[in-house]
């Protein structure tokens, strides 16, 4: 299958250096996510596109940065179908008609299919695309290379939701990764320990925090993550959260109101 990175020229504090977005090409032209609309981005899909009618746009997840470049790329071009997984709450915000993916569906793209993957935690709508013939993987936000990946505790994500997605992409061991954000992944199944043995040290970091009387999400950032800019406050504040929350469901800690406890 042709694979072509289109950047997302959308450079930013959460998106790095911006969204890489994949274009498929052959009989049904098909990107992969919708980035934001940057008029770069248009441009270099045109380019690549070179008079091709683009056939779908299959969207990873309704994260900002993936999705909100749909309606513009419905407005220019009609023949385009959009296909994401439901997020009810979410999705009513991008103005097309989105076609509901499912996991374990096939779905033409390119010259050959792509089988779609839930792959919730980061977003409960989060899906992977797999493009069994070649083994290569569209990870979307699932995993970034030299980086970790928000779990947003407060906006849809799920820690232990997370944790089992990473398992299921680290059993299917692809050939190729490619990532919504930096360089191609060069060894998923290391990266993915490396995610686990990162969560399970933030765990016993905020557990330890908590028995130090840091009971707050804020007062835990501070200890957590000390040397934090000021930007990323806010994610840190919903992992610490989505911490708390597998912590909770584990029974390790409980919560009244604002206040957390290790037990
Ligand atoms: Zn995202």
Redesign the pocket.
Known sequence: MKVTLIPGCNPGPYTGAGNNTYLLSGRKPALIDAATGEPGHLAALDAALAGAALSRVLVT?G?V??AAGAPGLAARRPETAFFKAPWPECDGEYRVEWRPLTDGDVVDAGNGALRVLHTPG??PDHVCFLDEEDGVLFC??LLIQGGTVVVPGSYGGDLAAYLASLARVRELRPARVLP?HGPEIDDVAALVDEYVAHRRRRDDEILAALRQGHATQAAIVKVVYPDLVPELHGAAKESVLAHLRKLEAEGAVRRHDAVWEAL
Do not use: E, K, Q
């Open positions: 997840h994260h940065d993936h980061h977003a979307g936000d919504a």
